[in-house]
């Protein structure tokens, strides 16, 4: 057994709790600390008191994977529900179903074709003038052509990132979002599925170790590093440096909690494409368990808008000026010893539960390598540039 090393983990969330438990497992203390009054990060969850509805407070988050290793990871400290994601989009006054599959393209251009024929119409349809597209605009008329751009991409984009499709990168468009069958199974990988109790019991779980402490409402300082064998950071990165270049921007997302009696639209997700609907979306959270049965609702509009200071931040922006901005503080970061800097906010990416969990079990590797070699840990265990 290696010397015991002190470790500080500034974040409850699935980074700094999977990192924690795989290093108190191997003898290590570990002080986790949270500016938050609770564990879990942005996937915590809670029942409502009106409904016992179990709601995610900031929005759902539903668990898909194809790495066994984590889902095999998560099943030990949940019971993990058979749950498909089975999204609807409201436009043009008609429901449909997303991803843009047989059923929507039918029932869209009111046709009857078979897969080979539904091809065929989309390759019609499609601007095959846009040889090398460069934005998400000219990838998205090129694909499937300007009558579904406009009716399911154009408005909600805008209102998710608040700029104009033809100022994204193609690269957000990254396959033929389409399916020639009936499958309206939202994501495509092999695991699928909810936790039976909710996220926050999942990490509670998770942090249960004797060699665990934790400490709520939190705010990291710089000073608290002393005392520490290594620190691992997951809160923003520019906020480490004091915001000394300028903050990185976000998206955040504002969210208009009601209840209703009964069922408010049947489904756990609904997109309104168009513009002229300010939300982008609602959620029906008791969708999100339904192994459950409520006489309530609980239901969440959608709104998307720039990260002010106190906001919370959600979608990095990763534009050409945000990435400017980036290298300066990974350029600082990377002159640092006895820190990693770990998760959606401390590497500036958009992460999937999953990539998180398994992000963090390798960060966790490698550190407990680093200390068998006696290297250097590195600041940042993936490429995030």
């Not at 499937?144 to 209102?159: D, S």
């Not at 309206?184 to 996220?199: E, I, T």
């Not at 969708?287 to 609980?298: I, K, R, T």
Request: charged residues 25%.
């Amino acid at each position: 057994m290696m010397n015991s090393k002190k470790i500080l983990i500034v974040g409850a969330g699935f980074s700094g709790a999977v990192i924690g438990r795989k290093l108190a497992e191997q003898g290590h203390q570990i002080h986790i600390i949270d500016r938050r009054t609770h564990i879990a990060g942005n996937c915590y969850d809670a029942r409502d008191e009106k409904t016992d509805v179990m709601v995610h407070t900031y929005g759902p988050h539903i668990f898909h994977t194809d790495n066994e290793q984590v889902w095999n990871f998560v099943n030990q400290y949940a019971t993990m529900m058979p749950y498909v994601n089975r999204v609807k989009a409201t436009v043009n006054g008609q429901v449909f179903s997303l991803p843009i599959n047989l059923h929507t393209i039918n029932q869209f251009f009111k046709k009857t074709c078979s897969p080979t024929e539904a091809k065929a119409l989309i390759a019609e349809k499609g601007d095959s003038s846009i040889t090398d597209p460069q934005s998400f605009e000219e990838q998205a008329l090129r694909f499937v052509g300007k009558e579904l751009y406009e009716a399911f991409f154009k408005g909600y984009t805008i209102k998710q990132w608040g700029m104009s499709p033809a100022q994204l990168p193609a690269s957000i468009l990254k396959r033929l979002p389409i399916r020639f069958n009936y499958d309206d199974n939202y994501f495509n990988h092999k695991f699928q599925g909810m936790p039976k109790d909710g996220y926050t019991k999942m990490v509670e779980g998770i942090l249960d170790h004797p060699n665990i402490s934790v400490t709520l409402d939190t705010q990291f300082q710089m000073q608290d590093r002393e005392g520490y064998d290594h620190v691992f950071y997951s809160g923003p990165l520019d906020a480490f440096y004091d915001f000394q270049f300028g903050r990185l921007g976000y998206r955040t997302l504002d969210f208009e909690k009601f209840t209703v009696e009964g069922d408010y639209q049947g489904c756990a997700v609904m997109n309104y494409c168009e513009q002229s609907v300010p939300y982008t979306r609602i959620t029906e959270h008791k969708y999100f368990s339904p192994w459950e049965q409520h006489e309530g609702s609980v239901c969440y509009k959608e709104y998307s808008r720039t990260c002010e200071e106190n906001d919370i931040p959600y979608y990095p922006i990763r534009q050409v000026g945000e990435m400017a901005l980036l290298e300066k503080y990974v350029d600082l970061a990377e002159k640092e010893h006895d820190i990693t800097f770990i998760g959606r906010l401390g590497t500036y990416r958009y992460l999937d539960m999953d990539v998180t969990i398994a992000e963090a079990l390798k960060t966790a590797e490698t550190y407990l390598a680093s200390l068998e070699q006696e290297n250097a840990m590195p600041v940042f265990t993936v490429s995030i540039r």
